[in-house]
């Protein structure tokens, strides 16, 4: 069988994967693989081959935008709308179907009961603890502060329930025990505070969602669902996969990509991704594996730097694509100047320039360029900034890698969670910079033809020494 989705003729894997209807699916896919497409080419074979109504189509996405544009292919394939769900507008209309009524907390309020219960606290103890009389105006109180919120964000994302707390804090090293339950405290007044003003947060919300589910089942009546970022699932969203699917015993696809799981600050636990295979029995591991966008120079390169972690799933990408070169390490002395030559130097009408930090654009743009919404003006180029976090999912002609210094908030980042979080991130790392090693296959990948990592001679990243010393025979050397 041959299927074409949007303007494209599916390949062999893209197929198998739009084919397979005989139980659960895990798709992984390479970067620029072809996700959206074969995610349209299901719910096209679905719709007009196996007579699915559009409404029996569950389709999860990570972002209102992702949402969007995937509604938007639907709709261009099929001739007839579908909806695509975030996991926040899945809940809310699980909410609304049930009747419960709800407002959303203030988005600051967390934040507020921090600085409140911090600062009713006893004055002596923080003194100690920060070996500062002035310790309000600290920054490593600032810092507290923010890991605090962090906690309990991390907490209602992967536990929820008040019992894990008891059990974080019984099984809990003896000095973590006291601030362990300073948060506890926090989390209990948060609690408190969204149960008398009637309120919930987004967490909440996809926790309602699931337990309404468990207890009163769903109305639609669901024989698939396709969720798009499987690696960027928290324990609530995938909660709220699995009653749904018991609910109503539909099939369940999930796509999705290890290399790219980036959002562990956020709560997602690439684990849902990784276990899939046992969470969601029975059910079968299928891979499209052809890119169509980076070169097969660079897919080995970005690939086997990744693969040195042994937790990431092993795959060999394929492209027919060959750029002998595709790697450009452009050492720079005097940053500002340097960069300004770099861009004459590619002389590339659209370019993507990618850093660690949303401030690191201005570390490098010379007085003489200017940015406006991202946008660098540069004669008619079309040259914009993204922090690589965001870039995700994009890609550009040419690519360019800022901030690759050795510093402690470059890339890879060297400032280390507080070791308070491990009690909130279920799988830490066991390989050296597990997620930021992820966070730079992310921004490699982003390009279809070079990408140029901008690099200061005397103090290179170590993901750059790294690149060098395996994989110099694909990297081209410019000194500006």
Same mark, same amino acid.
């Given at each position: ?10 390949? %062999? ?44 189509? !569950? ?69 100690? /603890? ?74 909440? /919300? ?53 290399? %790219? ?90 370019? /993507? ?30 040259i914009y900034y993204k922090t690589i976090h965001k870039a995700k999912g994009l890609e550009e002609d040419n690519v360019v890698i800022i901030? /690759? ?38 921004a490699l990948t982003r390009t279809k033809n070079y990408s140029y990592l901008f690099v200061p001679k005397d103090n290179p990243s170590i993901?750059?020494?790294? !690149? ?13």
């Amino acid at each position: 069988m041959k299927l074409d989705v949007l303007g494209n003729n599916l390949d %062999q894997e893209q197929l198998a994967a739009v084919l397979e209807n005989s139980c659960n699916t895990i798709i992984i896919a390479g970067a620029g693989a072809g996700k959206s497409t074969t995610m349209v080419g299901k719910i096209k074979y679905l719709v007009l081959y196996q007579h699915i109504p559009t409404d029996d189509i !569950l389709c999860i996405t990570f972002t209102n935008n992702a949402a969007k544009s995937l509604e938007d292919k639907i709709k261009k394939e099929l001739k007839q709308e579908a909806k695509v769900y975030t996991f926040h507008k899945l809940a809310l209309e699980i909410l609304k179907e049930q009747q419960i009524k709800y407002k959303i907390a203030k988005e600051d309020l967390l934040e507020y009961l921090i600085d409140e219960v911090l600062l009713s606290m006893h004055n002596q103890y923080f003194e100690k /603890m920060f070996l500062n009389k002035n310790y309000e105006k600290s920054w490593e109180f600032l810092q507290f502060k923010k890991v605090i919120g962090r906690f309990i964000k991390l907490f209602i994302a992967n536990y929820y329930e008040d019992k894990y707390f008891e059990k974080i804090i019984r099984k809990a090293r003896k000095r973590d025990k006291p601030v362990l339950e300073i948060i506890k405290k926090i989390y209990e007044m948060y609690k408190l505070e969204k149960n008398a003003s009637g309120t919930i947060d987004f967490d909440d /919300m996809i926790y309602l969602a699931t337990r309404l589910v468990k207890e009163k089942g769903i109305k639609k009546h669901y024989q698939y669902i396709i969720v798009d970022e499987y690696q960027d699932t928290s324990m609530v969203r995938e909660e709220l996969v699995k009653a749904i699917k018991e609910a109503t015993k539909a099939l369940v696809t999930v796509v999705g990509d290890d290399f %790219q799981s980036i959002y562990r600050f956020s709560g997602c636990d690439l684990n849902n991704f990784l276990d899939f295979k046992k969470n969601f029995k029975p059910a079968k591991e299928l891979y499209i594996k052809n890119t169509y966008r980076n070169s097969k120079e660079l897919i080995l390169v970005a690939g086997s730097f990744i693969m040195k972690n042994p937790r990431q799933m092993k795959k060999k990408l394929k492209a027919s694509k060959s750029i002998k070169k595709p790697i450009v390490v452009c050492y720079y002395k005097n940053i500002k100047n340097d960069f300004y030559k770099l861009l004459k130097v590619i002389n590339s009408p659209n370019l /993507m320039i990618l850093g660690r930090n949303n401030a690191d654009i201005y570390t490098v743009l010379p007085d003489k360029l200017k940015i406006e919404n991202n946008q660098i003006i540069y004669q008619n180029y079309n040259i914009y900034y993204k922090t690589i976090h965001k870039a995700k999912g994009l890609e550009e002609d040419n690519v360019v890698i800022i901030n /690759m210094s050795s510093s402690p908030n470059s890339l890879p980042s060297k400032i280390k969670d507080e070791k308070i979080l491990r009690y909130v991130i279920k799988h830490y790392d066991i390989y050296p910079f597990e997620e930021e090693r992820r966070l730079f296959y992310v921004a490699l990948t982003r390009t279809k033809n070079y990408s140029y990592l901008f690099v200061p001679k005397d103090n290179p990243s170590i993901f750059v020494t790294e !690149l060098i010393k395996n994989y110099k025979e694909y990297i081209t050397f410019i000194h500006l």
